[in-house]
């Protein structure tokens, strides 16, 4: 009923306004004051209907569409956020284990040196060579599982984060690009 009122009183204002700039001209018997109220009544309605409609629709789903990236580029930069906290986290771990192997691997080193002292110059060479070896082997062990700890949780990660965001589309793309990319290695071995 409001719609019906408010179209009512935009065409009393439009008549008014005709009537007062009124030249006296008539058409087909009806003066020009009530074309004119008229004709502009039913353009601003149909102008309201056919583009103000649409256009308040299309500019709300834009709204929404744009707070939704917006929310889903936050929920990311959290998850990267967190990944990379955890990345830190183990990274202080195993530094904080490499520094603790080699306190112990200097402690047990300088209590095989006393020993080794009253032995011959010859072992105490070999025997700081194993020393260094084993701080070596298992810094390199120690890196190793680092990196595959590392390399494991990114993957988990990055699988759940392609579960959850990857369409059917992308993954059509990415089957051809990787079909591709072996039809060009055919040959090359």
Not at 21 to 40: A, E, F, Q
Not at 141 to 152: F, G, K, S
């Amino acid at each position: 009923m409001k719609p019906v009122v408010g179209w009512i009183l935009f065409f009393v204002c439009a008549l008014i306004f005709a009537i007062v700039v009124d030249k006296g001209v008539t058409h087909i018997g009806i003066p020009d004051y009530i074309w004119l109220s008229v004709n502009l009544t039913l353009f601003v309605y149909l102008l309201g209907r056919y583009v103000g409609r649409p256009m308040a629709a299309f500019l709300d789903s834009r709204r929404v569409g744009i707070a939704e990236d917006l929310a889903n580029a936050r929920r990311q930069l959290e998850e990267a956020d967190s990944l990379h906290a955890e990345v830190s986290r183990r990274l202080s771990e195993v530094e904080e284990e490499v520094t603790q192997l080699k306190d112990r691997a200097v402690v047990d080193a300088a209590a095989e040196v006393a020993e080794i002292a009253e032995q011959t110059k010859g072992d105490e060479e070999k025997f700081l060579q194993r020393v260094n070896d084993e701080i070596s082997r298992r810094e390199a062990e120690t890196r190793v599982r680092l990196a595959q700890d590392t390399a494991d949780l990114t993957a988990q990660l990055a699988r759940e984060l392609l579960e959850r965001e990857m369409t059917d589309d992308d993954r059509r793309r990415v089957f051809e690009r990787s079909l591709a990319a072996m039809q060009g290695l055919e040959g090359k071995e």
